[in-house]
């Protein structure tokens, strides 16, 4: 099934006249399997959004609120919640986290570079490098210092996400990847929009409890002072 699911990538990239060969996998889990990639010779990441048919939307559909399908009948589907609409709703969700990328990577923060879309693969920059893939911040020991620094980085990259309209919504240690001493936010396909969603700051605020609440294990953090810089 995988092995079917790469060859359609494959013959995309093919046809859009560029050459990939897969060096190895970086991570797999039960969304996606993340893959080192060559992608016209350069080390590039790959990530492989897993099957609707093993996927469960159920958590999905609050994020897609006030999410518009253009067709009545894609409307009519999605409200039915038949296999069909499980489909549109997978494929939205991979393109939909290809625009966030290139939205926000122009914002000049610090998250993977955006490179290329096909299927259901995301192509973008390498937060590691042949040899290894940048560890999750859960799996770093922090020194205080290198803890301010990432605390405020983090901090300040949410605020532009806020000042530019989107949230993260599931912000944590684990969305966010350590290298060469810097954060990069990762992982964007159930951000929000703050102008149509019911409760932006909601999730705004657990996404900062959530850094606030690992951080903290570092260093002294006021999260008051935190959330008032977003009001
Ligand atoms: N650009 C990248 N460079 C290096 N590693 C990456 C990159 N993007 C993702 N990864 C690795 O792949 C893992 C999963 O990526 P991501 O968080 O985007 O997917 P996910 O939807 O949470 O997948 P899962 O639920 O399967 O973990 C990350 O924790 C990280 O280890
Ligand atoms: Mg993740």
């Keep these: 099934m995988e092995k079917d699911g790469l060859k359609i ?94 939205k926000l990577y122009k914002l000049g923060v610090k998250i993977p570079k955006p490179i290329l879309q096909v299927e259901n693969a995301i192509f973008m920059e390498l937060l590691g490098d042949i040899e290894n893939a940048a560890p999750r911040l859960c799996d770093v020991e922090l020194t205080k210092k290198e803890a301010d620094k990432a605390f405020q980085s983090v901090i300040e990259t949410v605020l532009i996400f806020w000042n530019f309209g989107i949230v993260h919504a599931d912000l944590s240690e684990y969305n966010i990847l350590w290298w060469h001493k810097e954060p990069y936010i990762i992982d964007f396909p159930q951000a929000v929009d703050k102008r149509t969603h019911p409760n932006p700051f909601e999730l705004l605020e657990r996404d900062l409890k959530n850094i606030t609440r690992f951080f903290g294990k570092f260093i002294e953090i006021d999260f008051e002072e935190v959330v008032g810089r977003f009001e």
């Design 9 to 102: 990538i494959f013959d995309q990239v093919k046809k859009l006249g560029q050459e990939m060969e897969i060096s190895s996998v970086i991570k797999s889990g039960k969304e996606a399997t993340v893959y080192r990639v060559f992608l016209n010779g350069e080390l590039v990441a790959m990530k492989v959004y897993k099957n609707p048919e093993e996927r469960d939307f159920k958590n999905t559909s609050r994020y897609l609120e006030g999410k518009n399908y253009l067709k009545p009948s894609h409307r009519k589907a999605v409200a039915k919640g038949n296999r069909f609409s499980k489909k549109l709703k997978y494929e939205n969700w991979v393109k939909r986290e290809f625009f966030l990328l290139e």
